[in-house]
């Protein structure tokens, strides 16, 4: 908060600000302030205001796990394509190919097998439901409304 504060202090203390009117001042200080707190602020209160930790904050190993497992596991273990990326697109982005094995499932239950003791996963009811609607996953209390 000191940060945000000394930021705002300078950002007042400019001399271009000085031959706008007021009203174009205080606009211009409003929109620097939300730019400041959506860049600078928003992952610390991210999940300090729901209250719980994200799920990476509990287990940071959790994004390698979930890739390796439909990367190089799927082609490994399961005999199938593994991730690729986009023959059309420049970016590395990588996405399941369409020979890929690999279900949630699987990646659950390896992410379990090396997740901490007290680490629980939402995929556990969603994989072992059978598909139906997202009203009746509610009811059931497999997901909740966030």
Do not use: C, W
């Given at each position: 908060?000191?940060?945000?504060?000394?930021?705002?202090?300078?950002?007042?203390?400019?001399?271009?600000?000085?031959?706008?009117?007021?009203?174009?001042?205080?606009?211009?200080?409003?929109?620097?302030?939300?730019?400041?707190?959506?860049?600078?602020?928003?992952?610390?209160?991210?999940?300090?205001?729901?209250?719980?930790?994200?799920?990476?904050?509990?287990?940071?190993?959790?994004?390698?796990?979930?890739?390796?497992?439909?990367?190089?596991?799927?082609?490994?273990?399961?005999?199938?394509?593994?991730?690729?990326?986009?023959?059309?697109?420049?970016?590395?982005?990588?996405?399941?190919?369409?020979?890929n094995k690999t279900n949630?499932?699987?990646?659950?239950?390896?992410?379990?097998?090396?997740?901490?003791?007290?680490?629980?996963?939402?995929?556990?009811?969603?994989?072992?439901?059978?598909?139906?609607?997202?009203?009746?996953?509610?009811?059931?209390?497999?997901?909740?409304?966030?």
């Amino acid at each position: 908060m000191d940060k945000f504060a000394t930021a705002m202090k300078h950002l007042e203390e400019k001399k271009e600000l000085d031959n706008l009117a007021p009203n174009e001042k205080r606009g211009f200080l409003r929109r620097q302030k939300e730019l400041l707190k959506e860049r600078e602020l928003r992952h610390h209160y991210k999940s300090n205001i729901s209250g719980r930790k994200l799920k990476v904050e509990e287990f940071p190993d959790i994004a390698a796990i979930i890739e390796y497992e439909f990367g190089d596991g799927d082609r490994l273990k399961r005999g199938g394509g593994g991730l690729e990326s986009h023959s059309k697109l420049e970016s590395d982005t990588l996405y399941r190919a369409a020979d890929n094995k690999t279900n949630m499932a699987d990646a659950r239950l390896a992410l379990m097998s090396l997740a901490p003791e007290d680490f629980s996963s939402a995929l556990v009811a969603v994989t072992t439901m059978p598909k139906t609607s997202g009203r009746a996953l509610m009811r059931h209390g497999a997901i909740t409304k966030v």
